[in-house]
């Protein structure tokens, strides 16, 4: 079960403070796993954040590698409450980036998925609802892995088949409820092989350096982003 809110927005109070405070949520990806160098897409926008000259958003890292949207869905409102800075209100944005774990098959590549289709779907569909009830929402899709460097941590199997799918209803899922999907998955893929492997760390799962600074330069060239970051909150 998602955990409830204890959080409600106000609609006669406008907030035209231009600082964001954001939550970046999900697995691995999120956390940065791959990047030794920057920390990962979230770090390396908090860093930038720091700048004097830079707009004075705040953005807060709970990824945790291996995450399902399950246990996504479980953390989500507890993980930020328990910041000072949320304790009493709920987040300017949130950034979901999960998905790619559940697609995961299990001792061989044709063995059992980690979390059934149907039951991804009502997930995915539980931690959607539950997010934007709290407050604006985008969706960063999964990259691509290297098939032939399977199975990672010798017992699972990721695919671009299965990846395809998930990704699909995950998009779906978003597009019911008007939450932005950055399309990582088909973008990477579209820029041509040589592009996107020389992206991908040695596990084949992560990104490595250079995938994370692709994937900061991805979200932040992303119009939808650009729009969040400049209106009022």
């Given at each position: 079960?998602?955990?409830?809110?204890?959080?409600?927005?106000?609609?006669?109070?406008?907030?035209?403070?231009?600082?964001?405070?954001?939550?970046?949520?999900?697995?691995?990806?999120?956390?940065?796993?791959?990047?030794?160098?920057?920390?990962?897409?979230?770090?390396r926008?908090?860093?930038?954040?720091?700048?004097?000259?830079?707009?004075g958003h705040?953005?807060?890292?709970?990824?945790v590698?291996?995450?399902?949207v399950?246990?996504?869905?479980?953390?989500?409102?507890?993980?930020?409450?328990?910041?000072?800075?949320?304790?009493?209100?709920?987040?300017?944005?949130?950034?979901?980036?999960?998905?790619?774990?559940?697609?995961?098959?299990?001792?061989?590549?044709?063995?059992?998925?980690?979390?059934?289709?149907?039951?991804?779907?009502?997930?995915t569909?539980?931690?959607?609802?539950?997010?934007?009830?709290?407050?604006?929402?985008?969706?960063?899709?999964?990259?691509?892995?290297?098939?032939?460097?399977?199975?990672?941590?010798?017992?699972?199997?990721?695919?671009?088949?299965?990846?395809?799918?998930?990704?699909?209803?995950?998009?779906?899922?978003?597009?019911?409820?008007?939450?932005?999907?950055?399309?990582?998955?088909?973008?990477?893929?579209?820029?041509?092989?040589?592009?996107?492997?020389?992206?991908?760390?040695?596990?084949?799962?992560?990104?490595?350096?250079?995938?994370?600074?692709?994937?900061?330069?991805?979200?932040?060239?992303?119009?939808?982003?650009?729009?969040?970051?400049?209106?009022p909150?």
């Amino acid at each position: 079960m998602v955990a409830a809110s204890p959080f409600t927005r106000s609609p006669k109070v406008v907030n035209t403070r231009k600082e964001k405070r954001i939550v970046a949520i999900g697995d691995s990806l999120v956390y940065g796993y791959g990047d030794p160098e920057g920390g990962g897409w979230v770090e390396r926008l908090r860093r930038q954040w720091l700048q004097p000259e830079s707009p004075g958003h705040a953005i807060y890292n709970l990824g945790v590698r291996a995450d399902t949207v399950q246990r996504v869905s479980d953390r989500l409102v507890q993980e930020f409450q328990t910041r000072g800075e949320f304790r009493n209100r709920v987040p300017d944005l949130l950034l979901l980036s999960v998905g790619l774990n559940d697609t995961a098959r299990v001792s061989k590549p044709t063995g059992r998925i980690c979390t059934d289709f149907e039951a991804f779907q009502a997930q995915t569909d539980e931690l959607l609802a539950a997010a934007t009830a709290l407050c604006p929402v985008l969706f960063v899709g999964m990259t691509p892995v290297l098939e032939e460097r399977m199975p990672f941590a010798e017992v699972l199997h990721y695919n671009h088949s299965d990846q395809a799918q998930y990704k699909a209803a995950t998009q779906q899922a978003c597009q019911r409820r008007n939450i932005p999907y950055l399309d990582l998955f088909d973008l990477w893929l579209s820029r041509g092989e040589s592009w996107w492997r020389s992206r991908v760390s040695t596990d084949g799962l992560h990104p490595n350096v250079l995938g994370y600074r692709s994937l900061l330069a991805d979200i932040t060239a992303w119009p939808t982003f650009q729009h969040a970051m400049e209106s009022p909150c």
